[in-house]
Structures are given as structure tokens and as C-alpha cells.
């Protein structure tokens, strides 16, 4: 699995963290996205597709 | 389980994009049709008052998803094409350029629509701020410096404010609360944020109704008559009065709409038809209240529990218990919300403060945590969402002990 994001699109929400928290992070500062793990076991498939369609700003691509 | 044949979609915005792609991929086979009133391909809304008003994105950083993505979804897209008509005993969606859609389900996602002021249509120069065409044609009136009146004090009336401001408008903001953003944050906070408002430069109006706006015999607007009997000048009006639900083209159906299209907890409607995002009432399972969410992320989290209801059928399909989350930028303040805090009567700063502009509070009604809300405070916040979800009892002196700094 492969994650692309497109941070500057980040709007902070933290949706992803809620879905993948393995996965994704915020920063501290501003709650930008972190990615944690850029090539997650194929098991967190399904949290990290979930993430990417729950987050309010499009910024997670998920290629398998 | 029994999968209907076919599903047809209306409504291309967030929650309907999310209805499709949840049922792609969670392997559904079956026909897919997607109806858009508006000519673009699924584009974000909250940047709109953000983002594309001031100028910072193009219209292209918008777009939700590629061509190629949604050509992989394999869906019969009928953009452009309002839905006009529904036959629920036939189950067929009438569009407006006369063709009808069959369907074996149908998901209502067609939104909502901004209210406007009596008596302003076909004046030029006034304003709403809903759809792609609202933010870029006040994007361009802008453009021009006017002297800004905004009518409301919502987080859309807030946005525009704070970008007006930053483009070098006059902005005068006009409510009928007696604290902006009160309704939503309570006094304290709400005045927080009107203080950051006016340091900016915003004039504010408080509890004051307008009673309309003021044209001149081109029918170009001049200014807003309030209820007290003054009037402020103005080049350009925008009106952030709130939004109502779009079910007009249900009349007729069998399809309940009260305040929105009435869904049982699953946001099932009955007769095969579901509702997502703004448009869609159901009652929350955790509060048991009929309610009907206006955000960016209720509308991708309902698409998503609606594509799986849809696959999981009526009898069988879960109930939708969200925690409901919103933003809202201004200046450089983020504003974020989980749960409910219209109507809490308690609130308690639990982390940060006022004077520093960072801040979480709790909100509390009857006795329970029922909503949490940040200033500056991310990550923070997060750390709080779970005594909202479980509604804890109202302690907020163990939250400030015990929460996550």
C-alpha cells in the first residue's frame, strides 16, 4: 500500500487519526496531518481507506 | 442480503460522491447512477469562504477527485442536470431536461440551499455563499475594496469577514444575536472571537434584525435598513442567514420531509429511499433528537454509513451515531467543534484560556458532556472527543486534571 498526501490541503480535522490512529498523527502546533508509517501492513488497508474517505479535505490518497 | 440492482444517487456534492465510492468499495456490482444539479465534478465546499474568497487556492484545488478516479467508479454521471421530480411508486427520479431514472434504491443528497433576504432578488450587489459561482462572483465584487456589509454572524459570515478584511474591505457585520457565534461557542467564547473581529478592523453590529436592503433605481444596491430605524451603506451585501434543506423536488412523493428528508436512525426513509449530508434528518441514537448537520464531514461520514446500509439492507442496517465535528478558520484562529453546543447550559474553559487565544471548553446539558470545543488547541481537543462521545457526566474539573496536555 502506498499513501500520498497532499498537506497543503490539510485542514487540520483529525478525522484520519480518529480512523488509522497507527497510521496518522497531527502536529502539534497547527493539527496538520503526520504520517506515521508510510508503508502500513496490507492488515490497516481497510482504517487507512476509511481515513481517506472520511477526511473533509481530500488530502489522503491511497494506491494498493 | 439482498443488494439492490441498481442505485441511483442524487446530489454530487461530498455526501453523494461518498455514497458511490463506499458502495464501489465494499464490491458492489450493480448499476450506479450519480445526479448533479451543479456542472462541476464533486468539488469542496468549506474552502470556498477560505481558501478560493481570498484568492489563495484556484478553483482546480477544489476538484474531490480526479477524472481518472471517478471514471474507475464506473458511474453514470448526469452532472448538471437537476432532479426535478421523484415517482416513488414507479421509483423513478424525473431530471430537468425531461429524461427519467429508474432505481431499486435511491440516496437523497441534494443538500441545502442558502437563505435569502425578502425583496433582494434581482438586486445587484447582493450576495449569498453556498455554491462555486456565490464565492467566485463575491470574490470578484471583492476584488474592488467595497464597503462589505454581512448579514448574519454564522461561521460562512465569520469566514467572509475575516477575508474581506484581509483584502482591505470595509466590513460591517449586522446580527440579530447579541453576541456573534454566541449561539454556537456561548458568550464568553463568542465574544472572544467578536473582540479578535474588531481588532481586525470588523464593525459589528449586534441584536439588530435588517429589515432589508436599500437600492437604488438601477437596482444596484446601497446600503441595509435595520429595524431600529438606521441604515448602513454599503457597496456589497452578503447574506450568511443560514440554510434550508433542498426537497422541493420530493413534493408530491411518498418520501417523509419535515426539516430536511426524515430518516429513521439508519438514515432510511422508507420505500428504498436513504438520505446523506445536508439534507438528510435522522435521529441521533446517542441524544434521540431529530437532527439535521450541515457540515463537511457529517456529509462524508453519512455517505459512507449510507453506502453500507444501503449493502446491508433495511432490516440490518446500523444505526448512524456520528460525533459530530466542524471547523472553522479566521484569521489565524482555528475553530473546532465536536459535538453538540447549541443549547448547552453549562460551559467550562477546562484547558488554556481566553486571554491566550487557545483554549478548550466543554459544553454540558443536563448534567452530561455534550460537546467540546477548541481554539488553538488540536490536538488537545482530540484528547476531549471521547468524554463527548461517551457523554460523560459534567465534571469538567476532573477533564482539566485528567485530560491530555
Redesign the interface.
Given at each position: 500500500m502506498k499513501i500520498s498526501l497532499d498537506v497543503d490541503?490539510c485542514?487540520?480535522?483529525?478525522?484520519c487519526?480518529?480512523a488509522a490512529p497507527d497510521v496518522f498523527d497531527?502536529r502539534?502546533e497547527?493539527?496538520i496531518v503526520v504520517l506515521l508509517d508510510e508503508n502500513p501492513p496490507a492488515e490497516q488497508l481497510g482504517q487507512v481507506?476509511?481515513a481517506a474517505?472520511?477526511?473533509?479535505?481530500?488530502v489522503i490518497e491511497v494506491q494498493e | 442480503m439482498n443488494r439492490p440492482e441498481s442505485v441511483t444517487v442524487v446530489g454530487a456534492s461530498a455526501a453523494g460522491l461518498g455514497v458511490v465510492e463506499t458502495l464501489r468499495r465494499e464490491g458492489y456490482e450493480g448499476d450506479l447512477t450519480l445526479v448533479g444539479g451543479e456542472p462541476h465534478l464533486p468539488y469542496d465546499r468549506p474552502p470556498l469562504s477560505k481558501q478560493l474568497l481570498s484568492g489563495a487556492w484556484d478553483v482546480g484545488r477544489l476538484t474531490l477527485r480526479q477524472p481518472e478516479a471517478l471514471q474507475e467508479l464506473d458511474v453514470d454521471m448526469r452532472l448538471g442536470v437537476p432532479a426535478v421530480g421523484l415517482d416513488t411508486a414507479k421509483r423513478a427520479v424525473l431530471l430537468g431536461d425531461g429524461e427519467r431514472v429508474g432505481y431499486e434504491a435511491l440516496v437523497v443528497a441534494t443538500g441545502a440551499s442558502a437563505r435569502r433576504l425578502p425583496g433582494t432578488e434581482g438586486v445587484r450587489g447582493v450576495h449569498v455563499l453556498r455554491n462555486l459561482e456565490d464565492a467566485q462572483e463575491l470574490k470578484a465584487a471583492l476584488a474592488r475594496r467595497p464597503r462589505l456589509v454581512i448579514v448574519g454572524s454564522g461561521f460562512v459570515g465569520a469566514e467572509a469577514a475575516a477575508v474581506a478584511r484581509e483584502l482591505g474591505c470595509e466590513v460591517t457585520m449586522v446580527t440579530d444575536v447579541a453576541v456573534p457565534l454566541g449561539d454556537a461557542l456561548g458568550a464568553e467564547i463568542g465574544g472572544m472571537l467578536a473582540d479578535v473581529h474588531r481588532e481586525h478592523g470588523v464593525r459589528i453590529e449586534p441584536g439588530v434584525m435588517v429589515e432589508g436592503v436599500l437600492a437604488d433605481g438601477a437596482r444596484q444596491v446601497r446600503g441595509v435598513q435595520l429595524a431600529d430605524g438606521r441604515t448602513i451603506e454599503a457597496d456589497v451585501v452578503l447574506v450568511g442567514i443560514g440554510a434550508g434543506a433542498n426537497t422541493g423536488w420530493l413534493k408530491g412523493s411518498s418520501v417523509p420531509v419535515g426539516n430536511g428528508v426524515e430518516c429513521d436512525a439508519t438514515l432510511y426513509a422508507g420505500d428504498g429511499v436513504w438520505a446523506a449530508g445536508d439534507v438528510a434528518s435522522w435521529v441521533h441514537p446517542g441524544t434521540g433528537r431529530r437532527t439535521r448537520i450541515e457540515h463537511r464531514t457529517n456529509a462524508a461520514e453519512q455517505g459512507l454509513a449510507v453506502g453500507r446500509n444501503i449493502l446491508a439492507g433495511p432490516g440490518e442496517a446500523k444505526p448512524f451515531a456520528p460525533v459530530p465535528y466542524v471547523w472553522s478558520d479566521q484569521y489565524d484562529l482555528k475553530v473546532q467543534i465536536y459535538g453538540s453546543t447549541r443549547g448547552a447550559d453549562e460551559v467550562r474553559i477546562v484547558e488554556g484560556g481566553l486571554g491566550e487565544r487557545r483554549l478548550v471548553a466543554l459544553y454540558g446539558q443536563g448534567g452530561r458532556v455534550c460537546g467540546a470545543a477548541g481554539i488553538n488547541m488540536v490536538r488537545v481537543l482530540r484528547a476531549h472527543r471521547r468524554s463527548v462521545a461517551d457523554a460523560v457526566p459534567w465534571e469538567p474539573e476532573a477533564a482539566l486534571v485528567g485530560g491530555e496536555r
Amino acid at each position: 500500500m502506498k499513501i500520498s498526501l497532499d498537506v497543503d490541503k490539510c485542514c487540520g480535522a483529525g478525522q484520519c487519526v480518529l480512523a488509522a490512529p497507527d497510521v496518522f498523527d497531527q502536529r502539534d502546533e497547527d493539527g496538520i496531518v503526520v504520517l506515521l508509517d508510510e508503508n502500513p501492513p496490507a492488515e490497516q488497508l481497510g482504517q487507512v481507506r476509511e481515513a481517506a474517505a472520511v477526511c473533509p479535505a481530500a488530502v489522503i490518497e491511497v494506491q494498493e | 442480503m439482498n443488494r439492490p440492482e441498481s442505485v441511483t444517487v442524487v446530489g454530487a456534492s461530498a455526501a453523494g460522491l461518498g455514497v458511490v465510492e463506499t458502495l464501489r468499495r465494499e464490491g458492489y456490482e450493480g448499476d450506479l447512477t450519480l445526479v448533479g444539479g451543479e456542472p462541476h465534478l464533486p468539488y469542496d465546499r468549506p474552502p470556498l469562504s477560505k481558501q478560493l474568497l481570498s484568492g489563495a487556492w484556484d478553483v482546480g484545488r477544489l476538484t474531490l477527485r480526479q477524472p481518472e478516479a471517478l471514471q474507475e467508479l464506473d458511474v453514470d454521471m448526469r452532472l448538471g442536470v437537476p432532479a426535478v421530480g421523484l415517482d416513488t411508486a414507479k421509483r423513478a427520479v424525473l431530471l430537468g431536461d425531461g429524461e427519467r431514472v429508474g432505481y431499486e434504491a435511491l440516496v437523497v443528497a441534494t443538500g441545502a440551499s442558502a437563505r435569502r433576504l425578502p425583496g433582494t432578488e434581482g438586486v445587484r450587489g447582493v450576495h449569498v455563499l453556498r455554491n462555486l459561482e456565490d464565492a467566485q462572483e463575491l470574490k470578484a465584487a471583492l476584488a474592488r475594496r467595497p464597503r462589505l456589509v454581512i448579514v448574519g454572524s454564522g461561521f460562512v459570515g465569520a469566514e467572509a469577514a475575516a477575508v474581506a478584511r484581509e483584502l482591505g474591505c470595509e466590513v460591517t457585520m449586522v446580527t440579530d444575536v447579541a453576541v456573534p457565534l454566541g449561539d454556537a461557542l456561548g458568550a464568553e467564547i463568542g465574544g472572544m472571537l467578536a473582540d479578535v473581529h474588531r481588532e481586525h478592523g470588523v464593525r459589528i453590529e449586534p441584536g439588530v434584525m435588517v429589515e432589508g436592503v436599500l437600492a437604488d433605481g438601477a437596482r444596484q444596491v446601497r446600503g441595509v435598513q435595520l429595524a431600529d430605524g438606521r441604515t448602513i451603506e454599503a457597496d456589497v451585501v452578503l447574506v450568511g442567514i443560514g440554510a434550508g434543506a433542498n426537497t422541493g423536488w420530493l413534493k408530491g412523493s411518498s418520501v417523509p420531509v419535515g426539516n430536511g428528508v426524515e430518516c429513521d436512525a439508519t438514515l432510511y426513509a422508507g420505500d428504498g429511499v436513504w438520505a446523506a449530508g445536508d439534507v438528510a434528518s435522522w435521529v441521533h441514537p446517542g441524544t434521540g433528537r431529530r437532527t439535521r448537520i450541515e457540515h463537511r464531514t457529517n456529509a462524508a461520514e453519512q455517505g459512507l454509513a449510507v453506502g453500507r446500509n444501503i449493502l446491508a439492507g433495511p432490516g440490518e442496517a446500523k444505526p448512524f451515531a456520528p460525533v459530530p465535528y466542524v471547523w472553522s478558520d479566521q484569521y489565524d484562529l482555528k475553530v473546532q467543534i465536536y459535538g453538540s453546543t447549541r443549547g448547552a447550559d453549562e460551559v467550562r474553559i477546562v484547558e488554556g484560556g481566553l486571554g491566550e487565544r487557545r483554549l478548550v471548553a466543554l459544553y454540558g446539558q443536563g448534567g452530561r458532556v455534550c460537546g467540546a470545543a477548541g481554539i488553538n488547541m488540536v490536538r488537545v481537543l482530540r484528547a476531549h472527543r471521547r468524554s463527548v462521545a461517551d457523554a460523560v457526566p459534567w465534571e469538567p474539573e476532573a477533564a482539566l486534571v485528567g485530560g491530555e496536555r
